[in-house]
């Protein structure tokens, strides 16, 4: 049994593997059936690989990335994760957006870190729609949590 | 004055029932100390020395009469009948129960009041000039600007985590009144030297705090359509790139220096050509929109044939009228009218602290005499804005049952002082009982008006809330060995000559503040050039002569 995070205001069960160790860590057993994501750093440097093999791809971005570097991979990947490394660290709210905004990335990004029921929906503002909450946040009430607000000036 | 829209009123309504939730939560023990910390410090509230701190945002300093009633009854029903006016032109209260914050906060969205990212590192309230509006060497009123800003910001999903605390003035006039050179962002309304057309020029990186720095020009004119695209830019790089190991080191003034101007310049300017024609392009029907809640007010219905004959007698009569009608009340752009500034600095009173009695007192007064609105300036006054002439003597009168006639706008007395020791966990030394002192020093009016126009501005310790580096005279506080001393400068500014003080040598002990600046004030007298005020001379002078006077 995976965990459940939350997608597109649904719990779901997560079926992807976050692998940031080191290119040829053992990831036995769960790697068979989970899909693998990547460093940036690993991605850059196995991209074509990567790009042959069949199956979705997804990518881990750290704040001090500079997302605009995957301007020519975004059509090829199908998740990338934004790490909010503590809560007060902002950088992955812009970093989403110039996702959405700039890079017109269309599928799933993904807050991960310390991801915090009361920081949904500005995450959820950014463009993130995915959220691999921190362990000990309650799936059910930060899912109640994500639309504080029906009105907005943004 | 700006006044909600449904969709307005719903997002503050709805920020009380976010709060109420977060609030039960930490209460009932489901939200943790550390997670609750930055959600309430969102919503300007702090935990104090004695209780929690909640600071209301005044939006650019404007209240109506009926707000100014709420503030009155908050600080009643909840707190110890009073309340602080701010340096950013808030009212905060210092003897909350947590408990009680929510129902404060649905209080005050009756009356389209909140206290949204009245702290946090988020954009906070933005500022102005207490005279917007009304002032005659203004070139536009800058508080549509500042209302627009406020909505763009209010609950800005990329820029509620930015590296520190950001903070907008915004001025409209030459003469600057908002303190424009020492924020993150200070925006002036600016004329195009070719097409005369009003835009902006924006400086970035100033600040006070430990590393006081004047703002530089990064943009020398912005069309006004673009100014929230602007705006963005700087923000998303600055979260981008500001840094965030070290709070001391966080604030964008850091990072522009670090950067140069030039570079930070090229970086803000390429991101904004993404944005600039895109949806934050403000088009002239919205800020025609945003003008018409800024009108001036129909002047005529008060003016009275024999205003100026009956100010002239009444001045004649009452030589304490015609004082506080020279230091406390100032030209308007409109004849007939004078902008009255009510002083918030009583010599017994902590500067900027109103009882529950003064602010009902007040909406009264600006309900009979001013159009039912007042502003908070950022010198911790009050200006009632649009006062006819013939109405001063009963205005003046009014003031003087609530104890808010002191004669002293401008003067030594007229200080900037922060809560310090007596109520903030940050402060190393005590600034209310130095006030006091100096209080008690100069309390012969005659001496202060012979030394004119004077700005002490003082903080109880280097977060600078008190403003001390822009002081004529900055006083200081710190803390040697658990014993509180004061770090004197002078010849600071926060004006359209904005220049940071200068020590005048090594601090001086707790007893002897204020006869320090007695020597520095005799100092003055006997250097001074005809016509020369204190700021002039020490320009002319440098520090040498004052240290001297001072050291021995």
Redesign the interface.
């Known amino acids: 049994m995976g965990k459940t995070i939350i997608k597109d205001d649904r719990l779901v069960e997560d079926s992807w593997l976050l692998d940031l160790a080191a290119e040829g860590a053992d990831t036995a057993g769960e790697s068979a059936t989970k899909n693998r994501v990547v460093s940036l750093e690993q991605w850059q440097q196995n991209r074509e690989r990567l790009l042959a093999s069949s199956g979705p791809r997804g990518v881990a971005i750290s704040n001090d990335d500079d997302v605009l570097e995957l301007a020519d991979d975004v059509a090829h990947l199908d998740l990338i994760c934004v790490e909010f490394p503590a809560?007060?660290?902002?950088?992955g709210?812009?970093?989403a957006?110039l996702l959405r905004d700039?890079l017109g990335f269309k599928n799933e990004i993904r807050a991960i870190g310390e991801v915090?029921t009361?920081?949904l929906?500005?995450?959820?503002?950014?463009g993130i729609n995915a959220f691999d909450l921190q362990a000990d946040q309650d799936p059910e009430a930060s899912l109640a949590?994500l639309r504080?607000?029906?009105?907005?000036?943004? | 004055m700006y006044q909600y829209s449904p969709?307005d009123q719903?997002?503050v309504n709805?920020?009380v029932?976010?709060f109420r939730?977060?609030t039960e939560r930490f209460l009932a023990g489901t939200?943790s100390e550390d997670?609750f910390r930055?959600?309430r410090l969102m919503n300007g509230l702090y935990i104090q020395r004695h209780a929690p701190m909640l600071r209301v945002a005044v939006p650019y300093g404007l209240l109506s009469s009926e707000q100014m009633r709420m503030l009155a009854h908050i600080s009643r029903k909840y707190d110890r009948r009073y309340g602080h006016l701010t340096t950013r032109q808030n009212m905060q209260f210092n003897w909350l129960a947590l408990k009680d914050v929510p129902d404060v906060l649905a209080d005050l969205a009756t009356v389209e009041m909140h206290s949204i990212q009245t702290s946090g590192?988020c954009i906070r309230n933005t500022s102005s000039d207490q005279l917007a509006g009304v002032a005659k060497d203004e070139l536009e009123d800058p508080r549509p600007y500042c209302e627009m800003i406020r909505?763009?910001s209010?609950?800005?999903?990329?820029?509620?985590?930015?590296?520190r605390k950001f903070k907008i003035a915004v001025s409209g006039s030459e003469n600057d009144r908002a303190a424009t050179q020492v924020h993150d962002i200070g925006i002036q309304l600016v004329e195009h030297a070719e097409t005369k057309q009003v835009g902006f020029k924006i400086l970035v990186g100033g600040g006070l705090g430990r590393t006081p720095v004047i703002g530089k020009v990064i943009k020398d004119y912005l069309p006004k359509k673009y100014l929230l695209s602007y705006l963005e830019a700087i923000l998303?790089i600055y979260?981008?790139a500001g840094r965030?190991d070290n709070k001391y080191k966080a604030r964008i003034k850091i990072l522009v220096n670090s950067l140069g101007i030039e570079e930070f310049t090229r970086l803000v300017e390429e991101e904004w050509l993404?944005l600039r024609e895109g949806s934050l392009m403000i088009e002239d029907a919205s800020i025609n929109e945003m003008q018409k809640y800024f009108q001036p007010f129909d002047y005529a219905k008060y003016r009275d044939e024999s205003s100026a004959s009956s100010l002239a007698e009444k001045l004649e009569a009452s030589p304490a009228f015609a004082i506080w009608y020279r230091q406390n009340t100032q030209e308007h752009k409109i004849p007939g009218y004078r902008v009255v500034t009510i002083s918030v600095k009583a010599p017994e009173e902590a500067p900027g602290d109103m009882t529950d009695a003064q602010m009902d007192g007040v909406a009264q007064l600006a309900d009979d005499y001013s159009f039912s609105r007042m502003r908070v300036t950022h010198e911790q006054n009050l200006v009632l804005a649009d006062v006819p002439e013939h109405k001063l003597h009963a205005l003046w009168k009014g003031l003087l049952s609530f104890d808010l006639a002191t004669p002293n706008v401008g003067t030594l007395t007229d200080m900037i002082c922060c809560p310090g020791l007596d109520f903030c966990s940050l402060a190393n030394a005590s600034s209310i009982p130095i006030a006091r002192q100096i209080n008690d020093q100069f309390d012969d009016l005659d001496y202060l008006y012979d030394i004119g126009e004077i700005k002490v501005k003082m903080s109880g310790c280097m977060n600078a809330c008190g403003h001390h580096h822009v002081g004529h005279i900055g006083i200081l506080g710190v803390d040697k060995k658990g014993e509180e001393w004061y770090q004197i400068t002078i010849g600071g500014s926060a004006e359209e000559d904005a220049a940071l003080g200068k020590i005048i040598g090594p601090s001086v002990a707790k007893e002897n503040v204020a006869e320090t600046i007695a020597t520095l004030l005799t100092t003055y007298v006997d250097l001074r050039e005809e016509q020369e005020t204190f700021l002039q001379s020490v320009r002319r002078l440098g520090v040498a002569p004052f240290k001297e006077a001072v050291y021995g």
């Not at chain 1, 809560?87 to 950088?91: T, V």
């Not at chain 2, 209010?154 to 590296?163: D, I, N, V, Y």
């Open positions: 809560a007060g660290d902002g950088r709210y812009s970093q957006k700039r915090l009361d920081q929906f500005l995450m959820r503002r950014s949590r504080p607000f029906s009105v907005s000036y943004q | 969709e719903c997002l709805e920020r029932a976010q939730d977060q939200l997670e930055p959600l590192n909505q763009w209010t609950l800005h999903p990329e820029f509620s985590f930015l590296p998303r979260n981008l965030r993404h």
